[in-house]
């Protein structure tokens, strides 16, 4: 307990969230007042007793981390914020929800300092914490002297209900976690009414069963949450408390009830839960000087031990936090000859990465030989081997995602996840989330269409491709051979303010690239048409060498054609106008795109007269050369479509 933290002062700074909560979410007309009220008390006890953190210094990269994963209740992340001293003002409060403040709706993490991740939808907190998790246990295995932190979260209701949620237990559980700590504001209220209208599980049994150290405690009452969390922290399990809460605590008409989760209290109401609680009706926003001074205190609680650790961090680590990165692998490329499947180059340059770059982890949702995901010698991560660079997911697509997130967010490692393509539907939201987290997460998707053959349509991705472009911020290549797949984990690398998603085959694809310098650029001229082109082939992937062969056929009738490969059209997009005008001249607009894929949005690069050869419908189960000609994926069918337009 800190000094100076009188029961009445502690008293005073629950009322204080409550209030705050209160009045933001009143003067913005809308907002979810309820889990702030309700969970004051929780976020206290770790806040002021146990979460190690230094609003002068954010990025501390051994302070604890704490996500609210029911992002919803951001009121009580931004009044703990403000009230320790973060660089959060008053005025920032006032201005919650408001165009241009710190204090978005939902908590995003590149808004105000101390926020660790954006949360809002339910169970991604939950599951990136996991990952977090993860990076703190490799990092402190490798840095013993450095590392040593603590990731907490509080979850809600919603956040045990999704099934993102599960499947991060279970992975937690079984790796042994035993440095996360959760707190769950079971209120038993979601935004329908009581959680029995849909929900009976016996949430105790359930973590116990996955193999977490669960407590249960009056989660109003901050002793008992001070004392169940060092509790927690003296568990090798990763736990779960179950704080029994109110929501909307202080409301005399709407606490323990639907209505105070999601919507203002009203006016008299918030009176009326003023008056209940103590709190002085005027001025709004009221931060008793007590309060603020204890709060202050409270935030500068960790600052001796911030400064003696920064000082004396070992200088390995400091690169690794900076994003340093040995890209020597790229003078010791393997020499790629003959036809490989993208997902096989991916495997060799992944395993060229990490022999010089320690911070490269990852692994597969259990498909690491179908991913080639594996860092070869690089051990499996474990609840015995905290060295481990090779992570086995699990069957847990959704969690695996968040993870990696996780990873990435913590700083000091870069981590990967593999899957099937066609799997990336069930990482939909941690990979959009990425996106707007600026994580540069990886995401290697193999087995990246029709051209995976027998498997079927159920495995053959359509409107995969299309769905992970219209991600803003997201870069999805498609690499057509070695080389460019090659450029692909460079830019991936590079990245570290947006994730990458690698799309690779199965089949084989033949050398067609000199090197990886138009990779680089996202799109290129990969063959020159013999004069001045009169069509251009533009393609993607696997269906690249087609066009290439197409060329020849259209190149013999006299026809020039010039083949553009676009593995990564949001790179391309970005590059100057004249380097695309290059690639693409707008004079010629007879252009064909193929890509074995849904042909929305190609217009983008082949004009309005233009023709898309792809897949609008579903695969086929039979070996791939088969399905290709079947759905007109081949040579001789794009040089007709060609021959139509010229
Ligand atoms: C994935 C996802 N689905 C739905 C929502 C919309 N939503 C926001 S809060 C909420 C209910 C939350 O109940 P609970 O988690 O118990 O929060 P509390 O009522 O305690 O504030 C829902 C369904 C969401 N944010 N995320």
Redesign the pocket.
């Known amino acids: 307990m800190p000094t100076g933290e009188a029961v009445e002062t502690v008293q005073l700074t629950l009322n204080t969230i409550r209030g705050l909560s209160m009045d933001a979410v009143q003067a913005a007309n809308s907002g ?1 007042p ?2 702030p009220m ?1 969970a004051a008390a929780m976020g206290y006890a770790l806040f002021a007793r146990h979460l190690r953190f230094d609003p002068e210094a954010p990025d501390w990269f051994n302070r604890d981390r704490f996500i609210l994963s ?4 951001s009121m009580l992340l931004y009044s703990l914020l403000f009230l320790t001293g973060y660089d959060l003002s008053l005025d920032d409060i006032k201005n919650f929800r408001q165009w241009g403040s710190k204090t978005p709706g939902h908590p995003e993490n590149f808004m105000a300092p101390g926020v660790e991740m954006a949360t ?4 991604q907190g939950f599951a990136t914490g996991v990952g977090m998790a993860i990076a703190e246990e490799m990092l402190r295995a490798a840095f013993p002297d450095d590392v040593g932190h603590w990731t907490y979260a509080i979850c ?4 045990l209900m ?1 099934g993102v949620s599960h499947e991060a237990a279970s992975l937690a559980g079984h790796l042994q976690l035993g440095r996360l700590v959760y707190l769950y ?1 079971s ?1 038993r ?3 329908d009414g009581k ?1 029995d209208l849909a929900y009976s599980d016996d949430v105790a049994g359930r973590f116990a069963a996955y193999g977490w150290h669960v407590s249960k405690c009056d989660g109003m009452d901050v002793d008992q949450v001070d004392q169940r969390i060092a509790g927690a922290k003296g568990d090798a399990r990763p736990s779960l408390i179950v704080c029994t809460t109110t ?1 909307g605590y202080g409301s005399p008409n709407k606490a323990d009830s ?1 209505q105070s ?2 919507s203002p209290l009203g006016v008299e109401e918030v009176k009326s839960a003023k008056i209940a609680l103590g709190i002085p009706l005027e001025p709004l926003f009221f931060v008793p000087g007590e309060v603020r001074e204890h709060m202050l205190e409270v935030g500068s609680r960790c600052r001796k031990e911030r400064i003696a650790s920064e000082n004396k961090i070992d200088e390995a680590l400091k690169k690794r936090l900076a994003g340093e990165m040995d890209h020597s692998w790229e003078r010791h490329l393997p020499v790629f000859e003959g036809a490989m499947a993208t997902r096989a180059s991916s495997g060799k340059i992944i395993n060229a990465i990490a022999k010089g770059a320690p911070q490269l982890v990852g692994g597969s949702a259990d498909l690491t030989d179908s991913n080639q995901t594996e860092i070869i010698g690089g051990d499996t991560f474990s609840a015995r081997s905290r060295m481990g660079r090779n992570i086995h997911f699990g069957v847990r697509e959704h969690a695996m995602a968040c993870a990696v997130n996780g990873l990435n967010l913590h700083g000091g490692l870069r981590a990967f996840g593999g899957t099937f393509l066609i799997f990336s539907d069930y990482m939909r ?1 941690p990979i959009r989330l990425a996106a707007l987290m600026r994580s540069g997460s990886i995401f290697v998707f193999t087995h990246d269409s029709i051209g995976l053959g027998e498997d079927g349509p159920t495995h053959q991705p359509i409107e995969h491709l299309m769905g992970l472009r219209a991600i803003p911020n997201l870069a999805v290549f498609r690499p057509a051979d070695a080389n460019e797949t090659a450029a692909a984990w460079k830019i991936a690398l590079e990245r570290n303010e947006g994730p990458t998603a690698l799309v690779l085959t199965r089949q084989p694809v033949p050398p067609l690239s000199l090197g990886i310098e138009g990779g680089l650029r996202g799109g290129y001229v990969l063959r020159e048409s013999s004069t001045d082109p009169s069509l251009m082939l533009i393609a993607t992937g696997s269906e690249v060498s087609i066009c290439v062969e197409a060329r020849e056929m259209l190149e013999s009738e006299g026809i020039p054609t010039r083949v553009v490969s676009i593995p990564c059209w949001e790179l391309f997009g970005e590059q100057p106008q004249e380097y695309r005008d290059s690639v693409l001249p707008p004079s010629v607009t007879a252009r064909v795109s193929v890509e074995a894929g849904a042909t929305l949005g190609w217009d983008r690069w082949i004009g309005s007269y233009g023709k898309a050869i792809g897949l609008d419908h579903f695969g086929a189960s039979a070996p791939y050369k088969r399905i290709y000609e079947e759905f007109g994926l081949t040579p001789e069918k794009i040089a007709d479509a060609a021959r139509s337009l010229v």
């Open positions: 979810h309820g889990l309700g029911a992002g919803h209740g809002g939808p339910l169970g809600s209701d919603g956040d999704e504001d209120n209220v979601t935004i959680t929501i639907e989760h999601g939201p």
